[in-house]
């Protein structure tokens, strides 16, 4: 059987990060799987370097890796190859551009608004403060996800039972039946697997053509607003431009390869910015110093005006599209808009962004993904044959200690501000980083050509989430969650126990005491915490 239980056992990428650290290695570790089956953990600078950048296209995701997330992510430019996934990144890059990322920040401060007042609301009638994290976090991630991708506002936030947000929450909601049928698929044909009757794989299936259903929809209203446009009416410059209308604009994608892509940004971006702020709530939890530090710095850089539940720089309606599938909502100030928020009001606040680095290296959303090898090939002098399976792991590269120094295991954003500055005028340190010794000691977003393209989307969207939280909320864990979190029962909560070794397992499916849930992402599960207004109106 191999290292099948611990694997098994343990959450997703916990044995490598372990491993990392204990067993001697050369940049490449082998384990053995179910039936003894053979991996290679790719986790050295050099190896990385050849797999990530140098020979990319000569490794590919496994086909049943492949059949686990189309239904979930389309067959988009995450599961693309080769010169097809060549032609799709080129095609969409340009909606990641610097300048349109920039452009995208009134948006994300306006949702990150729209959250912290419809939560206030929420506890002041609730009367107690407890909210569950999760659930509000995902409405707010899809609401800008879906500005993003196809220029329309969800609105999740306010209308939780939309039928999109509801059919991607019966999709990506882990339960043991499809965790199970997750585990499986890695290793049985799709027919034999068909026949299984698991309620879930129709579950499945129906959601995912909901989705698609929806997807087509965006696909015509918007190829239909564009063809009614008079070209004196196209704005030079738009305030951004969402992903569609690039897709659309570049010619490459026929209209179920239009589907496919809104598929792949609308589950990757919702799941990945999740996982990031539940972390980071989770962090602030931990901490109330850095609660303070981070409101301290918002406070500082960001205009007043802006945590105005009333803000309108300008009176006009509203540039976003809502969309038609929840039966309320018109298009029109219905929310502030911050129109006039600057990008640089973010970037001044030095210990945001680097506890939000910090956040991204300890808990990378996706903690490990695979690879095979297409044909015979080498990894850092070492010969890899045709067909062997390939591990990347970011939950453990991200915390090698020869890489990042003893202290890799603990949550410490100080690691990410220059030496010899005071942490009051911090000086952020990102593009250097802490492991100079390769920048393949972070491996959050992956690198080279299949790098993801939207991590400066990715970084910029958590730092407006986790700004407004800390300026308008003091939080804390739910005392209810304590007892779970410290007793090593089945209670999903996480207390105020959880110790600072994160990333040291201490019972079967916990980190320190967190209970993490690897589904599309690693979460973790359960986080109840206790919010208390404090900021803005």
Known sequence: MGHFWCLINEPQGQPLRRWINEVPHDGLIRYLDFFNRERIAVVGPRALAEILVHKPYDFTKPAQFVRALENILGNGLFL????????????????????????????????????????????????????????????????IIGLATFGHNLETITCPDAVFAETYRKMLSPNRWSLLLGFLVMFLPAWFLSLIPILRTSEMTRASNTIKHICRQMIHMQKTQLQATPPQEVPRTPTYRDILSVAIA?????????????????????????????????????????????????????????????????KHKSPHRTLPLHGGGEEGDHHPHHQDFHAAYIDKCTYLQAFCAEILRLYPPIALTMRVAARDTALAGTFIPKGTTIVLAPWAVNTSREAWGEDALLFRPERWLAAGTSPASGKFNRFKGPAKTSPYALLTFLHGPRSCVGQSFARAELACLVAAWAYAFETEFAAAATSAAGTGDDGDGIGAGAGAGVGVTNKEGYVAGVRVVTGVSAKPGGLKVKIRKIGGE
């Open 80 to 143: 693309a190859e080769g010169d097809v996934h060549k032609r799709q990144r080129k095609s969409v890059l340009p909606a990641f551009s610097y300048r349109n990322i920039k452009a995208f920040y009134p948006s994300f401060w306006s949702k990150s608004q729209e959250l912290v007042h419809c939560l206030a609301d929420h506890v002041t009638m609730a009367g107690d403060g407890h909210i569950d994290l999760d659930d509000w976090v995902s409405r707010a991630a899809f609401d």
């Open 250 to 314: 570049s010619g490459a994608f026929s209209d179920e390869d239009l589907v496919n892509q809104l598929m792949t940004f609308l589950a990757a971006g919702h799941e990945s910015t999740t996982a990031a702020m539940d972390w980071s709530v989770y962090e602030l939890c931990r901490d109330p110093s850095a609660q303070r530090r981070i409101r301290e710095e918002v406070m500082a850089h960001v205009p007043a005006h802006h945590f105005s539940r009333h803000h309108h720089h300008h």
